[in-house]
Nanobody, 114 residues
């Protein structure tokens, strides 16, 4: 199982980015995918999750601004991030768990700054 996050970059406050998490070695039909982020000097925190039946949830800090979605045929989960704030600056990671094993992709950097 491998997860690869991409789509990060630098944007101004109020801007948008779309992150992608491409999965290999696993079918998205049977697992959840979660996005986490870690800012410098802070602990990793959960951002959003989408389950195998496409139920979603969001951290309070991103509710209404971020949208998670999945394309099972492409084995990819997306995180659309709108109205970005400086406090959204972090390395973003995607994650899943299967048979008791956690899998993490390499992160993608998101920087929100004027």
């Amino acid at each position: 199982v491998q997860l690869q996050a991409s789509g990060g970059g630098s944007v101004q406050p109020g801007g948008s980015l779309r992150l992608s998490c491409a999965a290999s070695g696993i079918s998205l039909d049977y697992v959840f995918i979660a996005w986490f982020r870690q800012a410098p000097g802070k602990e990793r925190e959960g951002v959003s999750t989408i389950t195998s039946n496409s139920a979603t949830n969001y951290a309070d800090s991103v509710q209404g601004r971020f949208t998670i979605s999945r394309d099972n045929a492409k084995r990819t989960v997306y995180l659309q991030m709108n109205s970005l704030k400086p406090e959204d600056t972090a390395v973003y990671y995607c994650n899943t768990a299967l048979r008791g094993t956690n899998y993490w992709g390499k992160g993608t950097q998101v920087t929100v700054s004027s």
